[in-house]
């Protein structure tokens, strides 16, 4: 071609340039996999597409500048690499469209440059882009996986603290102790100068100071007393957590705030401690700095609070639980005391009036039988013999209910010997063989645990009459410097375990009666028992 022609093509191309720009782009939006705006992509293009048509007319021909362009193609991101043949076809049959046939051939051999230059260029940039977005990926996921390592290793830590707590808190034995306990931990997982737990008392309208950690020295057991804060008091009461963003700027001053203020505490967070639906107290956390605590804080002191209320209602309950029995035991005892002080009395008022009066009426038949006349009527003197046996008898019966109410010799000469003599005693109402083993205390017991062993012996014993069928029934007496035990052992056909805890019947009764006159003097007893191989029962009493 001469020059005149180049430069018509020259023009031609020029004025095809919004053209091609507009195949292309429709072309090439159908493989787009990185959103750009319309305007964005066509711009881009336009600007390519004039680039496209400069070089290809160029002189000399520069293949750098066309793997250029197709470089910048690449770096569009809208095109796929599986994708690129179909938009050279687009370029190539739109540039030589409607041109002569000298001029298409004559630029054949550019467009085949150029468009090879496209595909080197746009390869050579893509091959470039994955590597760069291999590398973000894989640098991502490493920076992912250390976040979650380190997420994981938070909770994981969290996890061992919130269990650390709460066996903590199992194992405390007192109010205080169980708020020390989770007080001492929640500071390793919530940054605080000072936690405490206080208490509500409703009735005095006071907050109640149960423990304190931090700010110092750790206080437990003070149970220091303040007004009730009814600002702090309903939103708590709510089930809410109250914040105090600043102490200095807090609206409504009080000796507390002022408290915490002169401890340099700036800021806080108040949580409930709700147990049954009901507000008992609250876990109070303080900073020196303002707005310190996060959402995450409030959720672990949530946690430890939601524990701290469980457990502390519980140590209420089992401390109510506890004065209970310390109240029934105590009872228990007066009950035994006085039981055994209206023993020796009745026992007393027997020997005194009832024993004294027999005998004098003994004495004075035996005067009206000495000096009656031998003439008397022989039915006279039958019946004055008949009233000197009945008083005799009478006289004997006394005698035995004297020594049931309260043998003399439980304390003249102690237990052991008390256990023979009743042994012996039931052998002969019985039939039953009754063995006592074992020797006196040295020293000899309380009067309270002697007497309390002797009535077991007693129950256990009738026990043994009513249900054992037994022949043989063995008492045994062993004491150290720390207890005493007694066993009273029988041959007799035992019974199924389960029905001793029953107490649905007269031997139920019984059991219990023995159980309680054991704990009544700081002892206990338990009954091991089975089917045909008979019954123990064992008693033992610290000394």
Known sequence: MNSAEWSQLQETLRRR????????????????????STTEVRQRLLELTEQVVTL??????????????????ASLHYIEPEA???????????????LPADQAVALQPRLAALLGGLATGFLRQAHKTVLTEQEQIRTALITEVRRAEKTLRGHAGRLRILHEIDSAILAAHSL?????????????????QRASVVLFDLEASETVLLAAHGCGQARQGERERFSL??????????????????????????????????????????VPLIAQGELIGSLNLWTESPDSFVLEHADIAWEVANSLAIAIQQARLYESVRQKEQQLRAMTARLAEAEESERQRLARELHDQV?????????????????????????ARSRLDDSLALVEETV?????????????????????????????????????????????PVPRLATPVENALFRIAQEALTNVCKHAQATQVTMTVTADDEAARLVVADDGVGCDPAQLTRPDGRRGWGLITMTERAEAVGGHCRIESRPQQGTRVIVEVAR
């Open 17 to 36: 340039c919004d053209a091609i720009t507009d195949s292309w782009h429709k072309a090439i939006a159908r493989t787009g996999f990185v959103p750009l």
């Open 396 to 440: 004997e019966r006394i005698r035995d209910v004297m020594a049931d109410l309260r043998p003399p010799m439980l304390d003249d000469y102690g237990l052991v010997a008390t256990l023979h003599w009743y042994g012996e005693r039931f052998a002969s109402w019985t039939g039953v063989t009754v063995t006592v083993r074992g020797e006196e």
């Open 355 to 379: 024993g004294k009066n027999l005998t004098a009426l003994g004495i004075n038949l035996n005067l009206v039988r000495t000096h009656m006349p031998e003439k008397a009527p022989v039915l």
């Open 84 to 98: 690129l043949g179909q938009t050279q076809e687009v370029l190539a049959h739109r540039l030589v469209e409607g």
């Open 229 to 270: 804060d009814a600002r702090w008091f309903d939103e708590l009461r709510h089930g809410q957590v109250y914040v105090v963003e600043s102490l200095p700027n807090f609206p409504q001053q009080s000796p507390t705030i002022q408290a915490l203020q002169d401890e340099g505490l700036c800021s806080g967070v108040c």
């Open 176 to 192: 205080e102790e169980i708020a020390q306990a989770a007080l001492r931990r929640i500071r390793q997982l919530v940054p605080c």
């Open 56 to 73: 290809l007319l160029a002189e000399p021909f520069e293949r750098g500048q066309a793997e250029a362009i197709g470089a910048s193609l």
